[in-house]
């Protein structure tokens, strides 16, 4: 399948830092990320490798729906999203502090 070429800075979006990430960063060393929709885990793991200069052990994805909003009579909903949950090799660490 031929899909856009995307470089490292495009992949990664941001990362999420959550209560539940930073106990899967300190116990799992496992790292949130939101992804663009259309990089797949191979484009992932270059990209954090290459970004942060890590091992990546593995990536794991997630499509999150976005969820219904509304404005007195208006309503919508949130931008659908990616994240990637990304384990790194044990001696590896990502700070972001």
């Known amino acids: 399948m031929a ?3 995307l470089e490292s800075h495009q992949v990664v979006l941001r990362p ?3 209560e539940k990430g930073v106990h899967q960063s300190e116990k799992y060393n496992a790292y949130a990320f939101a992804v663009h929709p259309q990089a797949n885990k191979a484009d992932i ?8 200069e890590v091992r ?5 994805t997630q499509n999150r729906k976005g969820k ?3 404005n007195r009579l208006t309503q919508g909903h949130t931008q659908s ?5 990304v ?7 990502i700070a972001f502090f």
């Open 56 to 60: 990546v052990v593995d990536v794991r």
């Open 16 to 18: 999420l830092v959550t």
């Open 68 to 70: 219904p909003r509304r």
């Open 87 to 93: 384990q790194l090799h044990d001696e590896d660490r």
């Open 45 to 52: 793991r270059k990209a954090v490798e290459e970004l942060w």
């Open 81 to 85: 999203w990616k994240k990637a949950i």
């Open 3 to 5: 899909g856009i070429e």
